[in-house]
């Protein structure tokens, strides 16, 4: 995404359509969060920054009834400040962001999804030039195709964070941001949602971006991309990917198949009759792409290899992140019918491979440890559960894995 969208924020969709492209309406995201504390608490101190902020906004060309408008009902969300300041800087591996973002059920609904809305994303790659099956997996990326499209006041968000001043310039941008979406007339205040840093809609604009890139397909004078129709949502992608260098019918990247000792060859850039010449051959069979490729070696040699092409680099001004392109990319495919990877990853730190690390959380929830979804992926409840059976075991408590621990789970 580059410096335009959201390098900054934890979404529902890195972690999740509708039938029916026709007229949306105001839609979702009208019902107050869960957590009490993203619903609006008495703070004088964000009461006096709101009317401090009034009269910039108005110098910026926001008219009062809007601005009075959109902070009738806005207010502090002590659970914003809370999220924001709690963010860790943390990278999964490959195999577990894949295993969260592009796991079979995430392919399933995408193919039906692409197939359920395919004549829109035909007209919009007419439009764009961005293929169906790459706009539909940002959607199945950023909002689990539209399921989770955040239900937060953005005024209320964007100015809590404003106020704490932690990155009070960069959200007084997007609370005036905001503030011209409701000018215009695309969202009304009470349906302007979105995650808890601002992301909004089916494929998680910030404000900035959506004043930008957002779009109306159809024409009906608003830009709508959070009704339970899609169209807005994915043609304003396909703009975003259009405008930031995407080429028609050229691809993201494809995985490949090192020679021996290849792995010395990642981080370079050849023809794919270099490549080739190099014995790099694409895993799923055939020919390589012609263009320039950079080889990739996300986990190192003993994991799955990938040329990436220009396409790829469009996809990171989106996230600028690797896995992150690897996983819009490797979904796609599998919504056109792909498999999964065919190159293996490597055991993980405590020595386990991914089938261990599903089995491990399968026999703690048999133990009566609740330890989530059995997938793979190793997070606080797997800790908890962990941490749980240790005590009850007698062993020492550290909420670590361990083939030892697998093997006595398997004893029963």
Not at 239 to 264: I, K, M, Q
Not at 320 to 343: E, F, T
């Amino acid at each position: 995404m580059g410096s335009t969208r959201r390098t900054f924020l934890i979404t529902g969709g890195a972690m999740a359509l509708l039938a029916g492209c026709g007229g949306g309406g105001f839609s979702g995201g009208a019902t107050a969060p869960d957590d009490p504390t993203l619903r609006p608490q008495p703070n004088p101190g964000w009461d006096a920054w709101v009317a401090s902020f009034r009269g910039r906004a108005l110098s910026q060309g926001i008219s009062a009834p809007t601005y009075d408008a959109a902070f009738r009902s806005a207010g502090f969300l002590p659970g914003v400040v809370e999220r924001d300041r709690s963010q860790t800087e943390f990278t999964r591996t490959l195999e577990d962001y894949l295993a969260i973002t592009a796991n079979e059920q995430k392919v399933s609904q995408g193919r039906s999804e692409l197939r359920r809305n395919m004549g829109v994303l035909r007209e919009i790659e007419a439009r764009y030039g961005v293929p169906p099956h790459v706009v539909c997996a940002v959607w199945g990326m950023e909002s689990s195709y539209g399921t989770r499209r955040g239900n937060i006041p953005v005024i209320s968000a964007c100015s809590t964070l404003a106020f704490d001043g932690r990155r009070g310039a960069f959200f007084e941008q997007q609370t005036l941001a905001a503030l011209r979406i409701l000018e215009r007339g695309d969202i009304d205040p009470v349906h302007l949602t979105g995650s808890w840093a601002g992301a909004m809609g089916h494929t998680q604009f910030i404000p900035t971006t959506y004043q930008s890139y957002a779009v109306d397909f159809r024409g009906d004078g608003r830009r709508d991309i959070w009704s339970e129709d899609p169209t807005d949502g994915l043609a304003s992608t396909a703009n975003y990917l259009a405008r930031s260098g995407w080429r028609r019918g050229e691809p993201w990247g494809v995985e490949v198949l090192l020679p021996a000792g290849g792995a010395s060859m990642a981080g370079g850039s050849r023809s794919g009759a270099g490549w080739a010449a190099a014995g790099v051959r694409p895993a799923a069979g055939g020919s390589l792409p012609t263009g320039s490729g950079k080889l990739l070696l996300p986990q190192g040699a003993a994991g799955p290899a990938f040329l990436v092409y220009r396409n790829f680099n469009v996809i990171l001004r989106y996230n600028n992140a690797q896995n992150y392109g690897i996983g819009v990319g490797h979904l796609s495919d599998r919504l056109l019918g792909a498999g999964p990877l065919r190159g293996g990853f490597p055991p993980d730190r405590y020595g386990l491979t991914i089938e261990d690390r599903r089995e491990l959380q399968g026999r703690l929830n048999s133990a009566g440890f609740d330890a989530g979804t059995p997938d793979g992926v190793l997070g606080k409840k797997t800790t908890a559960a962990i941490e749980g059976y240790q005590a009850r075991a007698g062993l020492p408590v550290t909420g670590e894995p361990s083939q030892g621990l697998l093997a006595q789970l398997r004893r029963g």
